[in-house]
Each structure stands twice: as C-alpha cells, then as structure tokens.
Nanobody, 115 residues
Framework: QVQLEESGGGLVQAGGSLRLSCAASGNIDSINGMGWYRQAPGKQRGFVALIASSETTNYADSLKGRFTISRDNAKNTVYLQMNSLKPEDTAIYYC?????????WGQGTQVTVSS
C-alpha cells in the first residue's frame, strides 16, 4: 500500500505560479512511477504529467512548456511546478502512484486561477 498526500494548491492570479507537492509513504520501494491528473468542474479527470522511476517524464501536450514535474527521492516527494497559469487550469489536482500495475490516488488539492 502507498499513501499519497498532496499540498500546495490555492488561489493564484492568471500568469502566476504554483508548486504542488505529493509526499508518498508506505511501500514506496515498489513505486514504478508517479504523476498528476486534474479534474475541472464538469469535466473528466485528465492526465497532466508523469515521472517514471527512470526519471523519464511525460506531459499532456497542451501543458508542455508551462508545467514541470520533478522528484526528490530522499523526501519521497514529487513536485509539479506550474507557471503562466490560466483560468482554464482551475481544477482539483490529484497525485497518483503506480505500484506493480495498481494505481493509488491522493485526495486532491484545489487549484484556482483567477482572471
């Protein structure tokens, strides 16, 4: 079992930046990759970014250049740096971890971007 705790969400003006954190605990040695999804009001949850255990990263095409995912293995934490935020980035951001083919999810953190 892997437990995930997100932090760093909040209210920011358009053009601003936020950094989300996701701290993993539990059976962390079995984590193959971690990343982020987001769900805007009235929309389905959509992929944001992934960082594999090999440090390979992948991003939703529409977010490349503005969002950066990274990890601190010593802290068992994954970060999502979000720059040049837009009102359409408003959503609940969920951290996830892939462990032996199963996916664990965090509770989510709200990001609101005002125009």
């Amino acid at each position: 079992q892997v437990q995930l705790e997100e932090s760093g969400g909040g209210l920011v003006q358009a053009g601003g930046s936020l950094r989300l954190s996701c701290a993993a605990s539990g059976n962390i040695d079995s984590i193959n990759g971690m990343g982020w999804y987001r769900q805007a009001p009235g929309k389905q949850r959509g992929f944001v970014a992934l960082i594999a255990s090999s440090e390979t990263t992948n991003y939703a095409d529409s977010l490349k250049g503005r969002f950066t995912i990274s990890r601190d293995n010593a802290k068992n934490t994954v970060y999502l740096q979000m720059n040049s935020l837009k009102p359409e980035d408003t959503a609940i951001y969920y951290c996830y971890a892939v462990v032996k083919g199963f996916t664990s999810w965090g509770q989510g953190t709200q990001v609101t971007v005002s125009s």
